[in-house]
């Protein structure tokens, strides 16, 4: 089992639909999560961090569900350039002093195309 | 957000040469940077993690022997792919975490904007 898994897509949605992304991961004692974009041939952007509480950010909202290992990312009212590569991320090892080693696992990234 | 760069941008390069790609953080300090590899349709592989003044800690399957990594400074990692074969063509980002240590730290990470490597 992947540590990280997403579906792939891609979406393909209209400009203004709302588009959830999910997310599951194996290992339970994560600490961090994330959700980046990346567009094509170009590096990965933060787009958020995921918080227990969950958070939302204009028309981003991020969901964590502990128990069943679950992120979420919802995107209302699409844009064009929405269109991207988004990655779920994961920081799998908790440490007491994290001046040592964190390493982040990348999910295969679900494509979405927006469309006029 | 925090600035990483990364130097070149795009190399090709024939079969059996070396290749050295640059990582600097331009406005923040980095104890702690990131050397990933991407090929076309898949996730970020993390290859080795490097820290500023030690050897750098390799991932599961990855040659240290043959993707030299040196942390010199705080601000700038090195990445040489010696004897670069075809198959180790792909898209090679660095990234360089920024954040706060402790149990309830949080950190981010920030991607220098990749290197494309084609060998010939």
């Known amino acids: ?116 | 957000g925090a600035v990483v760069s990364q130097h070149p941008s795009r190399v090709i390069c024939k079969s059996g040469t070396s290749v050295k790609i640059e990582c600097r953080s331009l406005d923040f300090q980095a104890t702690t940077m990131f050397w990933y590899r991407q090929f076309p349709k898949q996730s970020l592989m993390l290859m080795a993690t490097s820290n500023e003044g030690s050897k750098a800690t390799y991932e599961q399957g990855v040659e240290k022997d043959k993707f030299l990594i040196n942390h010199a400074s705080l601000t700038l990692s090195t990445l040489t792919v010696t004897s670069a074969h075809p198959e180790d063509s792909s898209f090679y980002i660095c990234s360089a975490r920024v954040g706060t240590s402790g149990v309830l730290g949080s950190y981010e990470q920030y991607f220098g904007p990749g290197t494309r490597l084609t060998v010939t």
């Not at chain 1, 990280?4 to 588009?19: I, K, L, R, S, Y």
């Not at chain 1, 995921?50 to 990312?73: H, M, P």
């Open chain 1, 1 to 116: 089992r992947k540590e990280v898994e997403q579906d792939p897509g891609p979406f393909n949605v209209p400009e203004g639909a709302t588009v959830a992304f999910n997310c599951t991961y194996s290992n339970s004692a994560s600490q961090s999560f994330f959700w980046y974009r990346q567009d094509c041939r170009k590096e990965p952007k933060l787009l958020m961090s995921v918080y227990s509480s969950g958070n939302e950010d204009g028309r981003f909202t991020a969901q964590l569900n502990r128990a069943s290992q679950y992120i979420s990312l919802l995107i209302r009212d699409s844009k064009l350039s929405d269109s991207a590569t988004y990655l779920c991320v994961v920081n799998p090892i908790a440490h007491m002093f994290s001046g040592g080693y964190n390493k982040l696992i990348f999910g295969a990234g679900t494509r979405l195309a927006v469309h006029p």
